[in-house]
């Protein structure tokens, strides 16, 4: 993108963009990617099937709508899903189709501009890399006797983002007055919920919008590039981010530093979120689904009670699915899961084992006509090996498999 761009940059910003945004072969490349990722409908009630069905004219319509810069978007659907681990619920947004498709577009036309300069320990929601990339380097810096923590949390940080001061910073890359228009008719969408509209305020990025998380990193980045410049190695994904230090007075250093920047910033750090760690002793830090502790690894509470309410899900005693129905579904989640923590700690997996043989043995103990959860001679009734001739994915075994030298 940034070679086909070539020329149309004059002192580091970039001018003439609008018309890749509405380009045939951006908005298809964008509807292609909106049509993989599903969704609900937006306050339109039009769905990804509904818009495929004549796909051709609403993508012309998009594209006159933003060539001749009529296009606006439609406010954000708002609904509320379980919080994970916790009894509350956190909003959803969801864009129009329609909206997330124009998205969609800009974002593939801006995004190599700000990524091209973007700091090398940021990982979040960037091509390329990932939650594994950023473990890798927490590792690394651990190894390396980075082991005084601090483990920062930016309270809300997407809902406080001070738009005026965002826009200028999408400003000192960008001087296409419509490009920038577009993005800040993202930023001012109101959010429908149920029949009532909320007005924009002056804080934060809009609900489940394609382009927020880049916004969100482009906000960031003066950060990241500071805390480089005086030596501190910070590992950030998105506004989860901790900084790696050899001593607790350099950690001290490092937190004053983010304290000042972020109350420079017009952004609040979690009084009670934010702490100095020791990661060598008991307690330890959390990050990215993990926890780190005494040179050791393993998932961190919350991610081990979403993997059980999975498996609760499947798994009900009542369950009229056969059994190997039943562990097909399960071997969909436990492997997915095991791609993400089979860095763990030995001892996590006999545990989360066990765990899924009961919630089976439940079953086969209801029909057989007793009550009750799985208990003493179920055990013996039914032995692993019963399982694992069933096909059930047995986490231990793979972590073993996982570790063998390749030959």
């Not at 006159?64 to 810069?69: G, H, L, P, T, Y």
């Not at 007055?177 to 993005?183: G, P």
């Not at 923590?341 to 996590?348: A, D, K, P, V, W």
Request: charged share 25%.
């Amino acid at each position: 993108m940034l070679t086909a761009l070539t020329g149309g940059m004059k002192g580091n910003r970039w001018f003439s963009l609008i018309d890749k945004v509405y380009a045939d072969r951006t908005l298809e490349l964008a509807w292609a990617k909106v049509r993989a990722n599903a969704g609900g409908s937006g306050v339109d009630r039009i769905t990804v099937d509904r818009f495929a069905k004549d796909c051709p004219r609403g993508l012309l319509d998009l594209k006159e709508q933003v060539r001749m810069a009529s296009y606006q978007p439609l406010p954000v659907k708002r609904t509320w899903i379980p919080k994970p681990g916790t009894n509350e619920q956190r909003p959803l947004g969801i864009p129009a189709v329609r909206d997330r498709i124009v998205q969609t577009a800009l974002r593939q036309v801006i995004e190599p501009i700000f990524e091209h300069q973007f700091a090398e320990h940021s990982y979040g929601f960037r091509p390329g890399r990932g939650c594994k990339d950023a473990l890798r380097r927490v590792q690394a810096l651990l190894d390396e006797g980075g082991t005084w923590i601090v483990d920062a949390d930016l309270k809300g940080y997407f809902d406080t983002i001070p738009k005026v001061r965002l826009m200028g910073r999408v400003e000192e890359r960008i001087a296409d007055t419509r490009v920038l228009a577009l993005v800040r008719s993202y930023l001012d969408q109101g959010v429908m919920e149920e029949l009532t509209l909320h007005k924009p305020t002056e804080r934060g990025t809009p609900q489940g919008a394609v382009i927020s998380p880049l916004l969100a990193n482009i906000y960031l980045d003066p950060l990241d590039h500071m805390m480089a410049s005086v030596g501190f190695q910070m590992v950030r994904y998105a506004d989860d981010f901790v900084i790696l230090c050899r001593s607790e007075d350099e950690a001290k250093a490092a937190l004053t530093r983010v304290q000042t920047w972020v109350l420079e910033n017009g952004l609040t750090l979690h009084p009670e979120k934010t702490r100095i760690v020791d990661a060598t002793r008991p307690g330890g830090f959390d990050f990215l689904g993990y926890h780190f502790e005494r040179g050791y690894r393993w998932p961190r509470r919350k991610a081990m009670d979403r993997l059980k309410d999975k498996v609760r899900a499947l798994t009900p005693r009542t369950s009229g699915v056969s059994l190997g129905v039943t562990i097909t579904r399960l071997n969909e989640a436990l492997r997915g899961w095991f791609g993400y923590f089979q860095h763990s700690h030995s001892t996590t997996f006999p545990n989360v084992d066990s765990y899924i043989r009961g919630r089976l043995r439940s079953i086969l103990r209801k029909r057989a006509g007793r009550r009750g959860r799985s208990r003493g001679n179920d055990h013996q009734r039914w032995r692993n090996h019963y399982f694992d001739k069933l096909g059930l994915f047995n986490l231990t075994q793979a972590y073993a498999l996982a570790r063998q030298s390749p030959r």
